[in-house]
């Protein structure tokens, strides 16, 4: 029986003495999950009487190094890619080792967010819609986040609902699943809820022209002025808008014919905005005045010792008349006063100094000059040949220009 196994013993041992153990290559540096950046992995063999070869075949293209003396061996991935590695090692004794397989997957490329969503301006009252699509060719995409108005916003999931009335801004980006995260792109989602306004309708009520010009500014604070019609004496006279709107928002249209004197026109302004907000009807009228005012006077006492004594002021005007009219003085007929509002006594000017006026005693001359309210003076400014009225003063006091 002792023989028995003392011979099994030896057998063993010198069965064992001429076996040789296939070597074993390992790796390193081997992510389960995509990742973002190059993949360096490092095999490290080992084998009880040496490893000799590493064979390895990436993505289907076969390779082979040698071990050398180092007992490491890199290969750097560098792309996009689930990179499917197969590899072994031999020995010496060129025993296999068995096939292992492993994979690694590279993903440095951004995703790519797509919208839909209407891009220009929209009517207050209507929900838009803005809707995202995330595609990752790799990894695929992991979120979509976005600000609405610059305040971050849950984790985008269904299409976002905007109903507010201004420049919506949304700024959004997608991420994949190896954390590349798109450049931050923003969409304005535009609505517009106010209608146009009108404002500076010309000519005021009154106008001393015979062929005035008719003309407004219009303006909107959201989608811009798309439309108008301008209606004069019941007539539309601009029919089409791109006639009326540009840029500038101020318009105007001119009669091609005299209006005669008293004639009142009344002028109707419909707009709207590019949305179709529509301001409504917006009237005004006026009324022609060519004449100048009559029945002008100006009296002052006879004798003073004030060097700004009540002036007496009249005038009258047939069609716009007086109200609202203006009054220039002067000493010389050709230096004047600034223009004050038409009024029946006036005791602010001055006859010593200023407007052609002197400080010497004796008598004074003041002339006036009257405006209607629609604006016509009953002389030209530049010349003193029209109608003037003047008063005599005298007696001034030894303290002329003083008030004694
Ligand atoms: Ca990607
Ligand atoms: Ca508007
Ligand atoms: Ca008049």
Redesign the pocket.
């Known amino acids: 029986m002792i023989k028995q196994i003392a011979f099994l013993l030896l057998v063993f041992l010198i069965l064992g003495a001429g076996a040789n153990a296939a070597p074993g290559t390992i790796v390193n540096n081997v992510n389960n999950t995509w990742q973002n950046t190059d993949a360096n992995l490092q095999f490290n063999c080992s084998g009880t009487i040496g490893c000799k070869n590493f064979y390895y075949s990436l993505n289907d293209v076969n390779g082979q190094k040698g071990w050398g003396t180092d007992g490491n061996i890199g290969i750097v991935l560098n792309y996009d890619y689930n990179h499917e590695i197969f590899y072994w090692s031999d020995d010496i004794l060129d025993s296999n080792e068995v096939e292992k397989l492993l994979y690694l997957a590279i993903d440095k490329t951004v995703p790519i967010t797509s919208e839909d969503y209407n891009a220009g301006w929209n009517k207050l009252g209507f929900d838009q819609n803005v809707k995202f699509t995330c595609f990752d060719a790799n990894s695929r995409c992991k979120e979509i986040v976005y600000k609405l108005n610059g305040s971050n916003q849950p984790i985008y999931s269904v299409p976002i609902v905007i109903r507010s009335e201004g420049n919506n801004s949304i700024a959004y980006k997608s991420i994949d699943n190896a954390g590349n995260a798109e450049d931050e792109n923003t969409l304005h989602v535009l609505i517009d809820g106010t209608a146009p306004t009108v404002s500076n309708t010309l000519p005021l009520t009154d106008t001393?022209k015979a062929r005035p010009g008719v003309s407004f500014d219009v303006n909107d604070s959201g989608s811009g002025v798309a439309d108008g019609n301008l209606f004069v004496d019941g007539n539309l006279v601009n029919p089409t808008s791109s006639a009326l709107f540009g840029t500038g928002y101020h318009k105007s249209w001119d009669f091609n014919y005299d209006l005669a004197n008293g004639t009142t026109i009344s002028v109707r302004l419909r707009t709207a905005d590019s949305v179709g907000n529509n301001s409504g009807d917006v009237n005004w009228s006026f009324t022609v005045?060519?004449?100048?005012?009559t029945s002008i006077s100006i009296n002052g006492p006879s004798i003073t010792n004030d060097s700004t004594p009540t002036l007496t002021l009249g005038a009258s005007?047939?069609?716009?008349?007086m109200s609202g009219g203006k009054v220039i003085l002067s000493c010389n007929g050709s230096s004047w006063s600034a223009p004050i509002d038409y009024t029946t006594s006036y005791s602010s000017f001055n006859i010593t100094s200023g407007n052609g006026c002197d400080a010497a005693d004796g008598n004074k001359t003041v002339y006036a000059r009257f405006r209607?309210?629609?604006g016509?003076w009953n002389s030209t400014l530049a010349t003193d040949s029209g109608t003037k009225l003047s008063r005599s003063y005298g007696g001034l006091s030894s303290c002329a220009g003083l008030p004694c």
Do not use: C, K
Not at 289 to 293: Q, V
């Open positions: 001393n005045d060519l004449e100048a005012p005007d047939g069609v716009s008349g209607d309210r629609a016509n």
